[in-house]
């Protein structure tokens, strides 16, 4: 047996009218999301944990990897960087990592063009010095990236055997602390102390902000590639040095996961696993059966074969969704478990790889009808406890719970790439946020779950015929974009310089 008969592939798809029709809808539409949905996430990332009001930045103490001449020098021979004693002076603080997709295009960018900010603050006696720090951001949990780490990977030009990520930073280079952030209001470093990417709302590297001579953030910007633009980010920097950047600033507010944002994206994250292509076509016809055998319900009482009543509509749904809940309940369990033994953190970069090509795959696979079969064997389970007419004693409500089970198994072929790095970065998060996206992702399916059933029963027949004709455009779509997707995050994942 070939591969196109052991994968139930249809090759004969692109050849088909309505294979391009959805090739060109998925065009249009991916082009507005992701222009839409890039544009929404750069203003929205660079103002996660910003507020209009100007506040001074979070003045901080951190220790640096002590190389002469750089961060040990005459006048600060310890290498301890603290803020505070930057007055006076613009101040570059560059958050970021070894293992970090975009580091060190930001570095780059800033190492490009140091030496010109510098001519800038020399050329008048009124401007102001630039001073920058990259500041290691894995410095507590499961996965550490020690000061020594860094030193190795970014102290010097010998990279020999390092990440491909290493490079030379010749500025000062330090890692952060849980305690580096100093809160007490005269400054002692014997007062109130806390995290320093918490008080910088810092999730994930690459950030960097621009501090001006007075301590203000002017300027922040989040990620980095080649294709960044950074002339809004270049033209404040120019402004603090030459002190003009008052109407630029801005306060950093402590940054907080908060349980409303993370159960709304679960909501989102449900209404996908929902309507996966995977599994939504056989929805209607599964629940139609089910409720026409309501209309048998006295002749399988009569045959011993039923006990009670046959489920209602509203009963049929919660069921089913009440399946798909225990599901993905599962599966979070699944992952914080594996978080106490694997740093999602760590090997977040892997992972994106991982799903870039997981989401081109997939969508190729479904575009020809086949499927990935993931989680075939809780198929397989279900299959085995379900009943049906036909066997001695049928159980109405075990198989719709279960059927719920297998729906959300089934789903998981097409929205893998975005339930399982959603559960990720929930336990990156803390258990707060797993909890909060669990329940966004689990009430919305059960609402959904519960609400299409009841539209059924109540004779929607109009709302199903367009469901069944539609099932199909909707399944090539959803295939194309998903390819779209994944082909469009390898190339950002290259363009951002990840290397393995």
Not at 169 to 177: K, N, Q, R, S, V
Request: aromatic share 12%.
């Amino acid at each position: 047996m070939g591969l196109q008969e052991r994968l139930g592939l249809d090759f004969g798809v692109f050849k088909q009218k309505q294979t391009w029709q959805a090739f060109g809808i998925s065009i249009v539409l991916f082009g507005i999301i992701a222009t839409a949905a890039l544009t929404l996430f750069d203003s929205a990332a660079k103002g996660f944990g910003t507020s209009d009001e100007a506040e001074l930045a979070t003045d901080f103490v951190v220790e640096t990897a002590n190389r002469s001449g750089i961060e040990n020098t005459a006048e600060n021979p310890t290498g301890i960087f603290r803020l505070y004693d930057h007055r006076g002076k613009v101040v570059i603080i560059d958050f970021m990592a070894i293992s970090c997709t975009g580091c060190e295009w930001v570095t780059f960018h800033i190492d490009e063009e140091l030496s010109d900010w510098r001519a800038l603050a020399n050329s008048d006696d009124s401007f102001h010095p630039v001073v920058v720090v990259s500041i290691g951001v894995y410095y507590s949990g499961s996965y550490i990236e020690s000061i020594e780490d860094l030193d190795d990977c970014f102290g010097d030009n010998d990279t020999d055997g390092e990440a491909g990520t290493c490079h030379y930073t010749p500025w000062t280079l330090a890692t952060g602390a849980i305690d580096a952030a100093i809160l007490d209001e005269n400054g002692s470093l014997n007062g109130t102390r806390e995290d320093l990417m918490k008080h910088y709302s810092v999730t994930a590297p690459p950030v960097v902000y621009v501090i001006d001579h007075e301590g203000y953030p002017v300027a922040k910007e989040v990620g980095g590639s080649s294709a960044k633009d950074w002339s809004d980010f270049d033209e404040k920097v120019e402004r603090a040095i030459k002190g003009e950047a008052d109407d630029d600033r801005f306060g950093i507010e402590a940054l907080q996961v908060g349980f409303w944002p993370v159960f709304v994206l679960g909501l989102f994250v449900g209404l996908l696993v929902y309507f996966s292509p995977c599994a939504f076509p056989v929805l209607p016809s599964y629940i139609s059966y089910y409720l026409n055998l309501g209309l048998r319900e006295e002749e399988m009482k009569e045959s011993g074969k039923l006990k009670g009543s046959m489920p209602s509509s509203m009963s049929i749904g919660l069921l089913a969704g009440a399946g798909m809940l225990t599901f993905f309940l599962v599966i979070g369990v699944a992952v914080v478990t594996l978080n106490r033994f694997i740093d999602f953190a760590s090997i977040f970069l892997y992972i994106a790889y991982f799903i870039a090509v997981l989401l081109t795959v997939l969508g190729a696979f479904m575009l020809m009808g086949g499927t990935a079969k993931l989680m075939s064997f809780v198929q397989r389970l279900v299959d085995r406890w379900s009943t049906t007419e036909a066997d001695e004693k049928f159980t109405p409500r075990r198989n719709m719970y279960l059927y719920g089970i297998g729906y959300a198994a089934a789903s998981i072929d097409c929205t893998a790439a975005a339930v399982l790095p959603f559960m990720a970065y929930t336990t990156v998060a803390g258990d707060g946020a797993t909890i909060a996206g669990l329940a966004g992702l689990m009430l919305s399916v059960v609402f959904l779950m519960t609400a299409v059933t009841m539209m059924v029963g109540l004779g929607r027949t109009m709302f199903i015929d367009f469901l069944r004709r539609a099932t199909g455009m909707i399944k090539m779509v959803g295939a194309w974009m998903m390819t779209f997707a994944g082909l469009g995050l390898i190339y950002y994942l290259s363009a951002a310089g990840l290397q393995f």
